[in-house]
């Protein structure tokens, strides 16, 4: 008797204990349709933040570096225009454009003396213009004082070539107290080119360009003398006679010794 009475408890307790994990697998089943989709989602989420990071990382450097290949292989001013603009933002690659551009357009009127007046005219208009833009740029910041000296120099070369001396000589006094405290070389650098402004803004004779060689183009040789190009031996034989002597000139006077 006390073994049926054990058995059948026994089987009671085991047929509980099925119910129970029953239980437990139908609610873990529940949660996994309940709430499996959007584990999921944070799980790829993670993933793909992490797999983008380095990404970003190397496409922010690959950027950065174009900007300043750009920057460093252009020479045409319109060309450092548009790198100016395009790169806005990265590095200081805008302002260091902008001041490429506008030095350019000033060598290419030194190195041009017969340049007619409208196109000087123009390209001192484009170049004061990079640099007035470059100088809106300008936060005052110790980084930014090598920038900024540059761009206030450049007006005042383009005030002193207009022959405005007054002009120049307030854009150097600017410049000067630009670098003052950080940079004093150009400070005074600056404020000896303001001293010098009336001079510097007077008109000069530009010089004109030499003309062309007419003719042939080649330098005519005296009578008797053969052209050789270098590495050439001369021929032998006798020595060309030398050529005629014109008798109405006299012929140079000797000169004694102390």
């Known amino acids: 008797m006390?073994?049926?009475s054990d058995r059948k408890r026994l089987e009671s307790e085991v047929h509980q204990t099925d119910l129970k994990e029953d239980r437990i697998n139908e609610d873990f089943v529940e949660s996994l349709k309940r709430y499996g989709p959007w584990v999921l989602i944070a799980v790829l989420g993670v993933i793909s933040v992490r797999l983008w990071m380095p990404r970003s990382a190397n496409a922010e450097i690959a950027t950065r570096d174009q900007a300043w290949v750009d920057l460093l292989t252009t020479t045409e001013p319109a060309s450092l225009n548009d790198i100016a603009i395009s790169w806005d933002g990265i590095d200081a690659v805008s302002p260091l454009a902008r001041l490429k551009a506008g030095q350019t357009l000033l060598n290419r009127i030194s190195s041009t003396p017969d340049m007619p007046a409208d196109e000087r005219?123009?390209?001192l208009d484009d170049?004061?213009?990079?640099?007035?833009t470059v100088m809106t740029m300008d936060d005052g910041s110790r980084a930014s004082t090598?920038?900024?000296?540059t761009a206030?120099?450049?007006l005042a070369a383009i005030a002193e070539s207009r022959g405005d001396a007054e002009s120049a000589r307030d854009l150097y006094t600017r410049s000067a107290k630009r670098a003052q405290g950080w940079l004093e070389p150009l400070a005074a650098q600056a404020n000896?080119?303001?001293?010098t402004a009336d001079v510097a803004s007077l008109p000069t004779q530009r010089p004109k360009a030499a003309p062309a060689p007419t003719g042939t183009g080649q330098f005519q040789l005296p009578?008797?003398?053969i052209p050789l190009g270098p590495g050439e031996v001369p021929p032998s034989g006798p020595i060309p006679p030398a050529p005629p002597v014109d008798p109405a000139t006299p012929a140079p006077t000797p000169t004694s010794g102390p």
């Open 2 to 4: 006390t073994d049926t």
């Open 192 to 195: 000896a080119r303001a001293a």
């Open 146 to 149: 090598v920038i900024a000296v």
């Open 223 to 225: 009578p008797g003398l």
């Open 121 to 123: 005219a123009t390209a």
């Open 127 to 132: 170049a004061s213009g990079q640099f007035e």
């Open 152 to 154: 206030l120099n450049g």
